[in-house]
Every structure is written in structure tokens, then in C-alpha cells.
Nanobody, 126 residues
Framework: QVQLVESGGGSVQAGQSLRLSCEHS????????MAWFRQAPGKQREAVAT???????DYADSVKGRFTISEDIAKNMVYLDMMNPEPEDTAMYYC????????????????????WGQGTQVTVSS
């Protein structure tokens, strides 16, 4: 059973950097796609960043140039560095994983991810 646990959320001022962390219990395949999604109240859950097993990353246009996804394979960790967050980035952030393939664009549907964390809340005030 794969488990994902997010941490690092909180309340910050606009422009104050934040790092989200996702600890996952194990890589069950050499081929995988890890992602950060977010869901704001009244809105659909959307992917903001993905990282594939070959190291390729992809970002939603709304966060490109401000957010960075990375991983530490030895520690089973995936990170989302949020630079210059804006009030519009306020949402619950979720870590998600898909194993067995490395197709990993940010447009990949949420239904393609079989493993999810419980989420960590990020609130950005102006």
C-alpha cells in the first residue's frame, strides 16, 4: 500500500516563499509520475507540477517560473518550492503518484493517479 504524506503548508504573505514536501512510502516501479495538485474552494482540482521518473518536469502556466518541483529519490521525497506565491495560489495542495509509466505532462488527468495524500493547506494573504 503506497502512502503519501504532505507537509509544509501554512499561512504566508504574498511573495514569501514556501516549500511543500511529500513523503511517499516506496517507489513500486522504476517508471512513475509524481504530481502536485491543488484545489481551491469551489474550484476543480488541478495539476500544477509534475515530475517523471526520467527527471522531466512540467508546470501549469499559472505557476510556471514561480514554482519548482523536485525529488530526492534516496529519501522518497518530492518537493514543491513556491516562490513569490500570490493570493490566487491559496488552496489545498495534494501530492499524487502513478506507477508503471513515465508519461507525465501536467495535463494528465487526475483519474490517472492512483495514489493520493491527504493534502496540506496553503493560504497566501496580500
Amino acid at each position: 500500500q503506497v502512502q503519501l504524506v504532505e507537509s509544509g503548508g501554512g499561512s504566508v504573505q504574498a511573495g514569501q516563499s514556501l516549500r511543500l514536501s511529500c513523503e511517499h512510502s516506496a517507489y513500486t516501479s522504476a517508471w512513475y509520475c509524481m504530481a502536485w495538485f491543488r484545489q481551491a474552494p469551489g474550484k476543480q482540482r488541478e495539476a500544477v507540477a509534475t515530475i517523471a521518473s526520467d527527471g522531466d518536469t512540467d508546470y501549469a502556466d499559472s505557476v510556471k517560473g514561480r514554482f519548482t518541483i523536485s525529488e530526492d529519490i534516496a529519501k522518497n521525497m518530492v518537493y514543491l518550492d513556491m516562490m513569490n506565491p500570490e493570493p490566487e495560489d491559496t488552496a489545498m495542495y495534494y501530492c499524487a503518484a502513478s506507477y508503471g509509466g513515465s508519461w507525465c505532462p501536467v495535463s494528465r488527468p487526475r483519474t490517472a493517479f492512483g495514489h493520493w495524500g491527504q493534502g496540506t493547506q496553503v493560504t497566501v494573504s496580500s
